[in-house]
């Protein structure tokens, strides 16, 4: 087990690493620097003329007229010594309160749809193989279909308008407007609470229609099974058979997927951000791409991407935990 | 299996008067595979919708009332006409006029449906000129307004008064393509990339397999957001089209790679294979003669499910704004009006690309999963 979980955390921390160098690289695609963009936030700001010297100076000052693996040293350096993401223009701030204003609620978003997904595909996907080519089993393919032929925006998109057309209101934003600027407190969190669901549903629909369909796949191929008949021949009951022994092997998968949908939950829940206006990384990502605010941007997706292979990291371990004849692979 | 079908000529002589079962016996891989196809309903309704859609794209100019860069300023936000077939009882297909309303005080235009004019309407009418593939000259339209200057919007017209209908009939050209060259870059990557980590094994597979994995576990929409927003300005929206497909089968590849590993493996130690080893077959014969035709049916499979995800994703793109531009015009693209609230409530039919995108994700999946119930017809 543990030259298992040693192997993984090296191939995690191996991910991170290229991580950082695609951000570092969106750093440096857009034409000119971070001197370049501060002498024309200078010429902007009412500065009549910035003389070359000064920019110069600027770029020897941010180690900007170091060779390119030097500049990524300092970079990542900074990052994992002080903290330091940089700094953004559009928000005039360092980028790193902006990421940690912005990223939990991403991450409560992507975890609370992990949960849903979990909560609904359980029973849904039991449900679907035991009472196999039955009108509800039918009911719930198509469904699940549908869930999976939606991409999450369009879903988003629907649901606002629908919203919009018949209660006048469109459901947007994640707190009510009199919470929207206060500071945390209960309420503040019910409100949200109470605001969480629509984008939860929307960012968990896909996950939650292939995972009834992986669950139902799995059961089915363990009912089946002899030991399923013994068991039965024994006189367990029903229900007492179905939730001791072919559930269990069925359920691997619910731990699997976290790791597998995690990216795609994380990156669902940004673009439906997007379109929903949450006060989430999703606007704030777009915007400061928009904007070429590198540094804020590759900083959003240097920690979302860590977070979310952490977050397969850990469900690799749990899977591992559950199942021994992973470990031994 | 291969026995099988190395003896197609069997089949025609046998098949028309021999009963079910030795018809079964005697058939090939494909045949064995169009029967088990045929017997999925809901993947043939999706294949037929696909193919629509495809014939639809080829000849925009043909089945699109209007070029896709036509409009009229008069009819700006003018909501969908409805076509009514009777009129004085007789077969005479017809859509009303618009009149408008203004506003007093907001000075905002009110569209309303004029019932004194009738505009009639025709099946291969003529309208603009255009050339069919690029070759012949003509201005036959499938359907139009038989006076081609009157308006006509069977799905509305957006801000700039263009006709929505034509517009999505063009977008499938470019939406369905990004799909077809991205899969085609996705495959070709995900043969060698997976055939190479399957046969060779050892440090290579390795490699190989560690490198799927991290791009299976980065989010990749805020990664393609990024990228696609530093493409320059001032490239051509050829080149925005390129960079996009390119970008997005750089990283669709993966799912199909470990399909192609898993049966390289899985292949190597099957009896056949061991036959032709034994009867001296050369490596390369044993890999283009022997293996690959035994999973073609599963590449194909593959990538049939994995179109809708690459349609999808340059959707997304293009309707944030990062992803192609204006002139270029597809589904996501004319999504992009939608973004604001505000205009779907008082547009709504601006949502229509979104209902096309919804049908050909939906036809694809389900034509998707009829082929890989089907690619193992035993």
């Excluded at chain 1, 009412?46 to 770029?59: C, N, S, T």
């Excluded at chain 1, 879903?155 to 407007?177: D, E, T, V």
């Amino acid at each position: 087990m543990w030259r298992y979980i040693a192997r993984r955390f090296a191939y995690m921390l191996f991910t991170v690493w290229v991580i950082s160098l695609i951000s570092f690289i969106l750093i440096q695609l857009p034409p000119g620097d971070f001197a370049t963009k501060m002498v024309s936030q200078m010429l902007s700001g009412g500065a009549r003329e910035v003389p070359p010297e000064v920019e110069a100076q600027l770029r020897a000052q941010y180690g900007l007229d170091q060779p390119v693996y030097v500049q990524y040293a300092t970079w990542i350096g900074k990052i994992i010594f002080e903290g330091d993401f940089g700094y953004s223009f559009t928000y005039k701030r360092d980028a790193i309160e902006l990421i940690f204003e912005r990223l939990p609620m991403t991450f409560t978003i992507s975890l609370f749809s992990v949960l849903f997904i979990w909560v609904v595909a359980l029973p849904t996907g039991i449900y679907s193989a035991v009472n196999k080519y039955s009108l509800s089993d039918y009911l719930f393919t198509f469904v699940g279909f549908i869930g999976l032929a939606v991409p999450n925006f369009l879903l988003a998109l629907i649901l606002m308008f629908l919203s919009y057309k018949f209660s006048g209101q469109a459901l947007i934003g994640l707190f009510s407007p009199e919470f929207a600027d206060a500071p945390w407190s209960l309420a503040k969190v019910l409100d949200m609470l109470k605001h969480l669901w629509i984008p939860v549903i929307i960012v968990g629909m896909a996950g939650t229609a292939s995972l009834i369909r992986t669950m139902r796949a799995n059961l089915l191929d363990e009912l089946n099974k002899p030991y399923v008949e013994t068991a039965r021949a024994k006189g367990l009951s029903e229900l007492r058979l179905l939730w001791k022994y072919p559930v269990r092997h069925a359920l691997n998968p619910f731990i699997s997927t976290v790791g597998w949908t995690l990216p795609t939950l994380v990156g669902g829940e940004v673009i439906v951000s997007i379109v929903l206006n949450l006060p989430t990384s999703g606007p704030i990502i777009l915007e400061s791409l928009m904007q070429q605010d590198m540094y804020l941007s590759a900083g959003f997706i240097l920690v979302l991407s860590t977070l979310t292979v952490v977050g397969t990291f850990v469900s690799d371990l749990l899977l591992a935990w559950l199942d021994p004849r992973i470990r031994l692979q | 299996m291969d026995a099988v079908a190395q003896q197609p000529e069997l089949e025609p002589t046998w098949g028309a008067e021999a009963d079910d079962d030795l018809k079964l016996e005697v058939a090939t891989q494909w045949q064995l595979m169009w029967w088990k196809f045929r017997k999925h309903q809901l993947a043939m309704a999706g294949g037929a919708v696909v193919i629509f859609f495809y014939i639809l794209a080829l000849g925009a100019e043909f089945f699109a009332p209007k070029l896709f860069t036509w409009y009229d300023k008069n009819y700006v936000y003018a909501p969908p006409q409805q076509i009514h077939l009777i009129r004085d009882g007789q077969l005479a297909p017809f859509v009303y006029g618009y009149k408008f309303e203004r506003d007093p005080k907001s000075y905002k235009k009110t569209w309303l449906v004029d019932e004194e004019t009738i505009i009639p309407i025709g099946l291969f009418v003529s309208g603009e000129p255009y050339k069919i593939l690029g070759l012949i000259e003509t201005d036959i339209h499938l359907i139009g307004p038989l006076d081609q200057d009157d308006p006509f919007y069977l799905m509305g017209a957006d801000k700039s008064g263009r006709d929505v209908f034509s517009r999505i009939i063009y977008s499938a050209r470019i939406s369905l393509s990004v799909g077809l060259v991205g899969v085609f870059i996705s495959m070709m990557l995900g043969i060698v990339l997976g055939g190479l980590s399957g046969l060779l094994g050892g440090a290579v597979d390795n490699i190989i397999q560690r490198l799927i994995e991290i791009m299976m576990s980065i989010p990749m929409l805020p990664v393609w957001l990024a990228i696609a927003a530093v493409v320059p300005l001032d490239w051509s929206a050829l080149d925005v089209y390129f960079i996009i497909t390119i970008l997005l089968a750089l990283t669709t590849w993966t799912g199909l790679a470990r399909v192609v590993r898993g049966k390289f493996l899985s292949l190597r130690e099957d009896d056949f294979i061991l036959a032709a080893r034994l009867d001296g077959a050369p490596g390369m014969r044993l890999i283009f003669r022997h293996m690959l035709p035994s999973f073609y049916s599963h590449v194909i499979a593959s990538l049939t499910l994995l179109l809708p995800g690459m349609i999808l994703a340059e959707t997304a793109l293009s309707f944030l704004g990062v992803g192609l531009r204006p002139p270029v015009v597809s589904w996501g693209v004319m999504l992009q009006e939608t973004q604001k609230v505000a205009v779907i409530a008082i547009y709504p039919w601006l949502l229509y690309p979104a209902l096309a995108v919804i049908i050909v994700v939906l036809a694809f999946n389900f034509l998707g999963d009829g082929l890989r119930d089907a690619a193992d017809p035993y």
